[in-house]
């Protein structure tokens, strides 16, 4: 890495964590696989597809969000430090940033290494007098990481865009939102992007791209774990499926066994009954008032609401609540 305004640190989990974690989804009962391991290069290209796809909304919505956004006032008499959970790609940060004033670093976080650091490395070409330190890790690690150090004489804006927040398990939310809170502290901010309830035959569709990709990003771990971990899945005997669950408000995506089947996977063998699914991902859909509640569980209140004209979305504003 050559640009003097660019730090990357890795602290990818190993791939002995990847196997493990393999066999002990694929030997419980549902079976579940955990969506982190779809994004290697390719499974993030995928990501992008569907980011891309006409009936994927979120993108599309919550980029218009950010283009319109004026100046988003974020009192402090320090220089400012965008910490992006999910930042493989600097996209959003890139419509984010001329919003704030007196941006001086970028500390994108994600699991997926070589688009991270890659584009990464883009950004600081682009913005040489932005400070750019891009962290590969899962958000797991991030309890230990030395935020203080880095973040030292900045005040941190802590951007979770994608509504990635409803894609985490209520435990791993808890996990994560302390963490955030830790980030922040009494003087940071954090800005959060929600996907809203709206009618289901909005959501489902983009869950399920007529062109394929949402099937596309969710088989890559079967792929992923053939060609890292040596399993003999034939992702043609899988198709991707995606429900509405009402009572929970949120997408569920399972990989559905087309046949009886065994898959073989360092020593162990799984057995697949015909219609058998494999839990991949859940993506909860919010009102404001969830919104206000989780965020107050972890001491933030809104301080700003920005939607689209449908109300399909929402990024909001977040700090210490006194
Ligand atoms: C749903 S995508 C959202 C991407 C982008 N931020 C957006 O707003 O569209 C989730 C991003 O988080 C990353 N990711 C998924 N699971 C992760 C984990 N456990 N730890 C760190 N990054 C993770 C993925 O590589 C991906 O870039």
């Given at each position: 890495m050559s640009n003097k305004n660019l730090k990357t640190v890795d602290l990818v989990p190993k791939a002995a964590d990847f196997l493990g974690d393999v066999v002990k989804g694929l030997s419980a009962a549902p079976k579940s696989l955990s969506p982190?391991?779809?994004?290697d290069e390719v499974g993030s290209g995928f990501f992008d597809e569907i980011c891309r796809?006409?009936?994927?909304?979120l993108t599309r919505v919550e980029t218009a969000i950010l283009d319109q956004l004026g100046t988003v006032n974020l009192p402090s008499n320090q220089p400012i430090a965008v910490v992006e959970l999910g930042?493989?790609?600097?996209d959003k940060f890139r419509r984010l940033m001329?919003?704030?004033?007196?941006?001086?670093m970028y500390m994108p976080v994600d699991i997926s290494r070589d688009v991270l650091f890659g584009d990464a490395a883009k950004l600081a070409a682009d913005h040489p007098n932005l400070e750019v330190a891009a962290v590969c890790a899962d958000?797991?690690?991030?309890?230990?990481?030395p935020w203080q150090e880095h973040l030292k004489g900045k005040t941190p804006l802590l951007f979770f865009p994608g509504?990635?927040?409803?894609?985490?398990s209520e435990e791993d939310t808890t996990a994560l939102m302390r963490i955030c809170k830790a980030i922040i502290g009494d003087s940071g901010f954090m800005l959060l992007g929600c996907d809203l309830m709206k009618p289901v035959d909005v959501i489902v569709p983009a869950y399920s791209d007529a062109g394929g990709a949402n099937a596309r990003f969710n088989l890559n771990v079967l792929r992923r774990i053939n060609l890292e971990l040596g399993g003999d899945f034939k992702s043609e005997n899988f198709r991707h499926d995606v429900q509405f669950n009402h009572e929970k408000k949120q997408i569920d995506i399972h990989l559905v066994s087309k046949v009886a089947q065994d898959v073989h996977l360092a020593g162990h063998t799984f057995h697949f009954k015909e219609g058998e699914g494999i839990y991949a991902e859940s993506s909860r859909k919010f009102d404001r008032a969830d919104i206000e509640k989780l965020t107050a569980a972890h001491g933030l209140k809104p301080v700003t609401w920005w939607t689209d004209p449908k109300e399909y979305y929402a990024l909001v504003l977040l700090k210490a609540a006194p």
């Amino acid at each position: 890495m050559s640009n003097k305004n660019l730090k990357t640190v890795d602290l990818v989990p190993k791939a002995a964590d990847f196997l493990g974690d393999v066999v002990k989804g694929l030997s419980a009962a549902p079976k579940s696989l955990s969506p982190k391991y779809c994004y290697d290069e390719v499974g993030s290209g995928f990501f992008d597809e569907i980011c891309r796809a006409p009936e994927y909304y979120l993108t599309r919505v919550e980029t218009a969000i950010l283009d319109q956004l004026g100046t988003v006032n974020l009192p402090s008499n320090q220089p400012i430090a965008v910490v992006e959970l999910g930042g493989a790609t600097s996209d959003k940060f890139r419509r984010l940033m001329p919003h704030i004033a007196n941006v001086k670093m970028y500390m994108p976080v994600d699991i997926s290494r070589d688009v991270l650091f890659g584009d990464a490395a883009k950004l600081a070409a682009d913005h040489p007098n932005l400070e750019v330190a891009a962290v590969c890790a899962d958000y797991q690690q991030l309890a230990k990481f030395p935020w203080q150090e880095h973040l030292k004489g900045k005040t941190p804006l802590l951007f979770f865009p994608g509504s990635t927040i409803g894609n985490l398990s209520e435990e791993d939310t808890t996990a994560l939102m302390r963490i955030c809170k830790a980030i922040i502290g009494d003087s940071g901010f954090m800005l959060l992007g929600c996907d809203l309830m709206k009618p289901v035959d909005v959501i489902v569709p983009a869950y399920s791209d007529a062109g394929g990709a949402n099937a596309r990003f969710n088989l890559n771990v079967l792929r992923r774990i053939n060609l890292e971990l040596g399993g003999d899945f034939k992702s043609e005997n899988f198709r991707h499926d995606v429900q509405f669950n009402h009572e929970k408000k949120q997408i569920d995506i399972h990989l559905v066994s087309k046949v009886a089947q065994d898959v073989h996977l360092a020593g162990h063998t799984f057995h697949f009954k015909e219609g058998e699914g494999i839990y991949a991902e859940s993506s909860r859909k919010f009102d404001r008032a969830d919104i206000e509640k989780l965020t107050a569980a972890h001491g933030l209140k809104p301080v700003t609401w920005w939607t689209d004209p449908k109300e399909y979305y929402a990024l909001v504003l977040l700090k210490a609540a006194p």
